[in-house]
């Protein structure tokens, strides 16, 4: 039988998602959970690769398992679990279903903040004083709708099969207050340090360090820049997959009550 877990982490504590050798790793922690209350081996496939640090607000994985998982084994599993991982949600699926290849959608968001604050911190990245030119900000971001090649903002193009990926949404939105900064990015796929790439790169165009033309010239002539400086890892977020057969809303309280969306408004 598979099984889909719909679980949430905070990535502060973590090498990624994907098991790596001896490195402490997401899917490391909570398949050495499952094996401890399963009794066996268990090699489970989660719906992508979350960098060092990066944290999921919504993450899917499968099991294959000869056993019924019940109310008992779900709460004992997030009782095994360390306080910085949760489950959700354990699924029964029709078939054979994969977390990874199936997901149609991802959708990160990334938080920023201008100024010091020790509770905002591994939620949200400091840029201290950080003052950005709006208008250059959202002419570059809009430029990534109009691309599908991202090879330019990726650490090791050739390790993948390609380097397409279709971005369906990409926005800035800005806090109340002026001071706090929130990215949008959705689309079928990402490659390695993607997004974090990107962001750096827009803000060096909304810091006047970069211009438009020159931010949409990698895109157009697939050149890697010379200095990638991909933003920090704290404060980016894998926070919605989406399958044909499956739409869950994200069930992460604190990100649904410290970002609500009425805080923000698009630039």
């Known amino acids: 039988m598979r099984y889909f877990f719909h679980i949430a982490y905070v ?24 094996k401890q209350i399963l009794k066996i081996d268990v090699n489970i496939n989660g719906c992508g690769r979350t960098d060092a640090k990066v944290s999921a607000s919504q993450f899917f994985f499968h099991l294959d398992v000869d056993v019924i998982l019940d ?11 360390p306080s910085d991982i949760s489950v959700f949600d354990i699924i029964k699926m029709d078939g054979l279903p994969h977390a990874r290849f199936d997901a149609i959608q991802r959708k990160y968001d990334y938080f920023i903040h201008t100024y010091k604050d020790p509770f905002l911190n ?24 109009n691309y599908n090649d991202y090879r330019p ?10 380097t397409i990926c279709h971005i369906s949404e990409a926005k800035w939105l800005m806090s109340k207050s002026g001071d706090r900064l929130r990215f949008q990015i959705s689309a079928n796929r990402f490659l390695g340090k993607m997004i ?17 033309e020159e931010f949409e010239s990698y895109l157009i002539n697939l050149e890697t ?9 704290q404060g980016l977020y894998l926070s919605k997959v989406t399958y044909p057969y499956l739409d869950l809303k994200p069930k992460t309280s604190f990100f649904n009550l410290n970002f609500e969306e009425d805080y923000w408004r698009e630039i």
Not at 11 to 34: F, H, M, P, R
Not at 71 to 81: G, Y
Not at 197 to 206: D, E, P, W
């Open 196 to 212: 974090r790439i990107i962001v750096g790169q827009l803000l060096k165009v909304g810091e006047h360090k970069l211009t438009v």
């Open 153 to 162: 903002f990726c650490t090791a193009p050739d390790k993948n099969e390609h």
């Open 71 to 81: 109310e008992v084994f779900f709460f004992r599993l997030n009782k095994l679990l």
């Open 11 to 34: 990535g502060a504590n973590y090498n990624g998602w994907q098991k790596n050798g001896k490195t402490n790793s997401v899917q490391k922690v909570i398949e050495e959970c499952l």
């Open 122 to 145: 591994p939620s949200s990245s400091l840029y201290l004083g950080l003052n950005v030119d709006v208008e250059k900000l959202k002419s570059a971001t809009a430029l990534l709708l």
């Open 225 to 233: 820049p010379k200095i990638l400086s991909p933003a920090h890892p």
